[in-house]
Structures are given as C-alpha cells and as structure tokens.
C-alpha cells in the first residue's frame, strides 16, 4: 500500500484546509490511517486517525479536537483531514502513514507517504 498526502497550502489564521490522503493497493478492516504532521525542528507529531472499516473509530490529538475531523471515502480509497479553525502553530508538513492500531506514536505506522504542506499566517 502506497499513501500520498495533497491538499496543503498558505492558509490565514481562522480559515480551513482539507487534507486528502489518497491510498493506492488493498487496505483491510484492521488498518488504521494515521496524519501526522512535523514543524520545521521539531518531532512528528500525531494528529488524528481513522480505522479502515469504519467512520466511527476516530482518535485525535488534545491539540486538534474540535478543529479538526477526520473521514475515510472506502470508494474512493481516500482518507481526509479537515481542518478548521487554524492556527499559526499549525503550520507544518502533514503526512499520512498506515498503522495497524490507533496509537499515538509515529513508529507504529509505515508506509509514509511525501507529505503536503501547511503554512498558516497569523
């Protein structure tokens, strides 16, 4: 399974972006897919994630509650992250990877895909 992230941009505080997070090859009911995003120095951080099988297993950061969501199309073999509300802080590269379980740390997930920028001016 290969993963691309797109969607990034130059942004203004308070506006929106959606992230599409396109999958390429079979995904399965155990997959999780996991965004996460890094700042210039800093470590990968875990944003939000989605099991395969279902829009209704969804976990987020503190951070990212409320602002962002995250939705899978199973058709599509896309996974999105809308983004809300944004924030300076959010500015970062946003990536997407595959996980087998809904966890929080960036080494349980592969299959990282290039990601897409995110630039929010205040």
């Known amino acids: 399974v290969q993963l691309q992230a797109s969607g990034g941009g130059l942004v203004q505080a308070g506006g929106s972006l959606r992230l599409s997070c396109a999958a390429s090859g079979r995904l399965f009911s155990s997959h999780v897919i996991g965004w996460f995003r890094q700042a210039p120095g800093k470590e990968r951080e875990f944003e939000a994630a989605i099991r395969w099988n279902s829009n209704n297993f969804k976990y987020y950061a503190d951070s990212v509650k409320g602002r962002f969501t995250i939705s899978r199309d199973g058709a599509k073999n896309m996974v999105y992250l809308q983004m809300d509300s944004l924030k300076p802080e959010d500015t970062a590269v946003y990536y997407c990877?595959?996980?087998?379980?809904?966890?929080?740390?960036?080494?349980?997930?592969?299959?990282w895909g290039r990601g897409t920028q995110v630039t929010v001016s205040s």
């Open positions: 990877a595959l996980g087998t379980s809904p966890t929080t740390r960036p080494q349980e997930y592969r299959n």
